[in-house]
């Protein structure tokens, strides 16, 4: 498999214009398409010689991303469908927040071997993990959307990336690098289904990443009916995992709770849930449910409502998603499967 030309820092760059009779100055130019002008086409770089661009082309896949189609909706929120360099897809989101920020939702994995069974993403399995260099170019094909780097960056999208740290964290840090895209870590949040080993490696950086943690809920038997067994972790476990992270890395974790009618938005369920978060200096995060052809049902809004309250008198804090893409293919993984549907 050929080396992704967007997952190169400037010294591998050098080494390779080098290697390959270019003078190593190119590196540098390279990358300035690549960080600043958010391109990974070598056809788009107009101040490299055409051997070199031919060269790059040869030695490197890219583009490995393109973008097939942008899905926007009245709230704001725009999605891309990507096309990947073997046919397969993915997807983004960007979504705006206060004063034009924006923040990225990206894909870790094509598909996600987790199947949570209210989850689009998992219908099908895995189909293979994101390239560090995929995961770069999805970045930058956003930045490219909006024309200018994002201010946030959720790992929210497609797939479990905590299955996928060999390619996600050397990605990371290619977003944090300062001959990358600079971004401060606090800016950007990992999101896991409690995949503990992932969460333990993940602290292990000592970096000031965000993790959030799809708990949805504060028992195991409810949770047993929410995620399925062969990936599924003890709540202690993971709880566990949660504080080792918050020493590690010096931030509170983001507990998140898909709110499913029904299954998980007692009051009861929303104590407990209040209490474990407090313990554990965790903050919670409700996501109302959004349809995806399940069974399952979003909450009434009093419910929700009477579910946050019952959480704050914890004393825990608790904040709401706000819904956003809440039309047709809202949740996240339904682009991806409509693509995937079109193309058999
Ligand atoms: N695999 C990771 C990250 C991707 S999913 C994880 O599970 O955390 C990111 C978040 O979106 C999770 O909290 C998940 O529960 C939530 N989610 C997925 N599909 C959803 C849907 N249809 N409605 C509401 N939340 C959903
Ligand atoms: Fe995978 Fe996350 Fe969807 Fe569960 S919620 S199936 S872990 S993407």
Known sequence: MKNFLAAQNTEAL???????????????????????????DPDAMLNLPGSLRSGLKEFFVTPAVTVKE???????????????????????????????????????QV???????????????????????????????????????????????IGEGLLNCNE?????EALVAEDGFNLSPRRITVSTSGYVPGMEKFAGLQKEFNLAVS??????????????????????????AVDLYREKAGRMVTLEYTLLAGINDSVA????????AYAHHAKINLIPYNATGTAYRRPSREQIEKFERAVASTGASVTRRIERGSGKNAACGQLRIKADGQKK
Request: hydrophobic residues 40%; aromatic residues 8%.
């Open 70 to 108: 942008i899905f926007s909706s009245p709230d704001a929120v725009d999605k891309l469908l990507l096309e990947l360099h073997d046919g397969e897809h993915i997807e983004m989101a960007v979504l705006p927040a206060a004063d034009g920020r924006k923040t990225f939702c990206l894909s870790t």
């Open 269 to 276: 369920q929303a104590e407990a849930l209040g209490r474990l």
């Open 215 to 240: 708990l949805h809920a504060p028992d195991e038997e409810t949770r047993a009916k929410i995620i399925p067994d062969t990936l599924r972790f003890p709540i202690a476990e993971i709880l566990k």
């Open 168 to 172: 996600l964290f050397p990605a990371l």
């Open 111 to 157: 598909g996600c071997p987790v199947g949570c069974r209210f989850c689009a993403s998992g219908q099908n399995g895995l189909k293979r993990n994101l390239s560090t260099g995929e995961i770069i170019e999805e970045f930058i094909a956003g930045c490219a959307h909006i024309g200018k780097k994002c201010d946030n960056i959720v790992f929210m999208g």
């Open 14 to 40: 050098s080494a390779w214009c080098e290697a390959n009779g270019f003078p190593k100055f190119r590196a540098k130019q390279i990358r300035q398409w690549i960080t600043g002008k958010f391109t990974a």
